[in-house]
């Protein structure tokens, strides 16, 4: 391949709900500029951006993957993105990476929750879109009920370029409202070759209603234009693709365009429109970057080659055989400015990492990943693989940071969280492939703790004569109840010296030791006061251990008489979701055992707020895009602790004394 310059390259993301043909498009495109020699099929599992076994057997994208076409003197970088919602971590990442997007719309479903996501955040990170109406041979496919779902549900500043002949099995060929010539396509060969014609007959009177239109949108987006346009001047070819162009740019006017990748017909147009109305590599905007390793002193970052290197990674992935893989985007200076790259054996880079130069550090602005949606307990099916699922989860979380981990102490489980159930499944089968071990996932156990409600006083003793030396501890304890979140405070009230100095802690020690087994079902008992007041103590038999003992016993007769209770932890959620849907969230909360704290319209919506216990959450992430068919979501962080309903309590409490005689029975 020969070298481009910054002004020869685009960089484009293709972005769309899920199965809306985006790698087929990639894939028609790169064949049809001639970059692949062969036109490769997502259902054969042929497709040059979903490569990885995971997306082969399952037969959709995970993985954002590049592919080029050079077409026009130009290198087109193609960015193809997963379109699953749990996947999306990827496809913002692919349009942090690109200049422009192409937003795949089937000309057969039409706008779903996936474009309208992906449209928004395309629109809101500056860059131009084209939207492409795919599968035009399909059986229903309907050219004109898509272009007006786009203009209602997306924007009233869609405005199409390309217009087919014949929709479904009859669709056959595309007029182009810019050059008004048709391509014919041939029929029963898929490389998309054509013949160049006069507008049909058939197609005139959708070219003339379509032809005014976008004159009329381009005019009104800049003064002379309209001003020609309003006095019957004929606007040429070259004013009106320069002013779409820079309208464009200003989110003004969006192109649209029909094609069928199965069929190859349409995608040329595609690719030379890409190279005529996306901006190149060097238009891009400015970057404010922040200067050195820390610090929020800000530098510009202009794309010239003549500048310092600045380069964002968008993505390390790690394959066996291969290594690690970090795919890179060149915002100013040369590798090549402009382009997209990727090296292999780069150690210790993640993705969000700038590279630069030693002499100019810069950090470029981050990647926003989404919030993860939903948590799993992990274990490796093998006790002895271990170790090499906690390295493994490392490294899937370095690949991919919308999937996280951590380490619950107080349930001792490993949790996996992530955007959906597909997405932590699919990492387990990466786990399998790429690490060897196989590992299941659980519902996460809920962190429920005790606490007390009521003073009360009492003794620990322990005497032990055994042969020799014996063990002899004794203290008397008052516990009492301390306000939620205020912890664990131990008082030294002991007069006389009736335990002797040193022995004291050892009391406390075995206290806590004793609090963190609770006395309910297992959990710890928080949020309690001791005095530890009298005792007594033996010149020979007392030790450390034995008050340690003495603690231990006091904290079991004591504390169950303090009317102990279970705690629950409640997560905070903020809701947001389409009005429509508002009856069915609440209603859903309240089953929930759901405390709503306020509702307030907002930007998307309406925001829900509304405290719910942990418990009561599990499979949220599901449910909620099931009834609002992926349109709302939601953000959770831990609220704290509250007294668990008695109904909650009793289950918990006798789940936790059956497995314990598991246990028991297990251990004869
Ligand atoms: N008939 C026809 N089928 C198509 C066309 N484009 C894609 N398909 C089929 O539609 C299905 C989905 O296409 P993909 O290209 O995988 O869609 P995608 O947008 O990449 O899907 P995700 O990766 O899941 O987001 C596949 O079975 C394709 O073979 C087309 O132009 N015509
Ligand atoms: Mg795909």
Not at 68 to 93: M, S
Not at 99 to 125: I, N, S, W, Y
Not at 583 to 595: A, F, H, K, N, P
Request: net charge negative; glycine share 8%.
């Amino acid at each position: 391949m020969r070298e481009y310059k910054g002004s020869e390259i685009r960089n484009i993301a293709v972005v769309g709900h899920g199965a809306s043909g985006k790698t087929s498009l990639v894939d028609a495109l790169a064949f049809v500029s001639g970059s692949s020699k062969r036109h490769g099929s997502v259902k054969d599992g042929t497709a040059l951006t979903d490569f990885a076994p995971e997306e082969t057997e399952r037969g959709f994208s995970i993985n954002l993957a590049c592919a080029f076409a050079e077409w026009q003197d130009t290198k087109i970088n193609l960015i193809d993105t997963p379109g699953f919602l749990d996947f999306q971590g990827d496809a913002i990442a692919g349009l942090a990476a690109a200049d422009g997007a192409l937003c795949v719309v089937p000309a057969t479903h039409g706008v779903e929750t996936g474009t309208e996501r992906m449209f928004r955040e395309a629109v809101k990170r500056g860059d131009p879109v084209l939207f492409v109406v795919s599968m035009m041979d399909k059986e229903h496919a309907d050219f004109d009920r898509i272009y007006q779902q786009i203009k209602t549900r997306l924007t009233n500043k869609v405005i199409p370029v390309e217009i087919p002949i014949g929709d479904g099995p009859m669709f056959h060929g595309v007029v182009n409202l810019f050059t008004k010539r048709a391509h014919i396509f041939k029929r029963g060969v898929r490389t998309g070759e054509y013949e160049e014609t006069e507008i049909p007959a058939e197609a005139q009177e959708q070219f003339d209603r379509y032809y005014n239109e976008l004159i009329e949108s381009i005019s009104a987006t800049d003064d002379t234009m309209l001003e020609h346009y309003l006095e019957g001047a004929e606007i040429s070819r070259d004013e009106a693709i320069a002013g779409m162009k820079e309208a464009m740019k200003r989110m003004e006017l969006f192109p649209l365009f029909c094609i069928s990748s199965e069929l190859n017909y349409g995608t040329q147009a595609v690719l030379s429109t890409i190279v005529e109305l996306m901006p190149n590599a060097y238009e891009m905007e400015e970057l404010h970057a922040f200067k050195g390793a820390e610090g929020d002193a800000t530098v510009e970052i202009h794309a010239k080659d003549e500048a310092p290197c600045a380069a964002l990674v968008f993505k390390t992935t790690s394959e066996p055989h291969v290594g690690d893989v970090t795919f890179f985007r060149v915002f100013s200076g040369t590798v090549v400015t402009g382009d997209i790259g990727c090296v292999a054996k780069m150690r210790n880079t993640h993705t969000n990492d700038t590279l630069s130069t030693r002499p100019h550090p810069v950090r470029l602005p981050q990647i926003t990943f989404p919030e993860v949606q939903i948590s799993m307990a992990v274990h490796a099916h093998n006790r002895a693989d271990e170790e090499k699922l906690q390295q493994g989860l490392h490294r899937l979380h370095d690949e991919d940071p919308t999937f996280e981990l951590h380490y619950n102490a107080e349930t001792h489980e490993t949790i996996v969280s992530g955007l959906g159930e597909r997405h932590l499944e699919v990492n387990m089968a990466k786990l399998r492939r790429k690490f060897g071990v196989t590992a299941d996932l659980s519902k996460p156990k809920i962190a429920y703790r005790e606490t007390i409600k009521a003073k009360a006083e009492g003794q620990g003793r322990h005497k032990k004569q055994s042969g020799g030396r014996g063990q002899f501890g004794d203290c008397w304890v008052r516990f009492a109840p301390q306000p939620r979140g205020a912890g664990y405070l131990f008082v030294d009230e002991i007069v006389g010296g009736s335990i002797p100095r040193q022995f004291v802690p050892a009391v406390d020690k075995g206290i806590q030791e004793a609090a963190v087994r609770g006395i309910l079902a297992g959990f710890p008992l928080v949020d309690f006061r001791v005095e530890v007041f009298d005792g007594s103590y033996h010149t020979v038999d007392s030790n450390e251990m034995s008050f340690k003992m003495a603690g231990i016993l006091a904290f079991k007769a004591v504390a169950a008489k303090c009317k102990p209770v279970l705690l629950e932890p409640l997560d905070e959620l903020e809701i947001v979701t389409p009005d429509d849907h508002m009856g069915d969230i609440l209603g859903d909360l309240s089953s929930r055992r759901g405390q709503i704290l306020g509702t307030e319209s907002g930007d998307n919506g309406t925001v829900i707020r509304a405290i719910v216990p942990q418990a009561e959450l599990h499979g949220y992430a599901s449910s909620i895009q099931s009834m609002t068919q992926g349109r709302a979501f939601f953000k959770r962080h831990f609220k704290g602790y509250e007294e668990a309903p008695h109904e909650v309590a009793a289950k918990v409490i006798e789940e936790h004394a059956k497995e314990r005689e598991e246990e028991l029975a297990a251990a004869h």
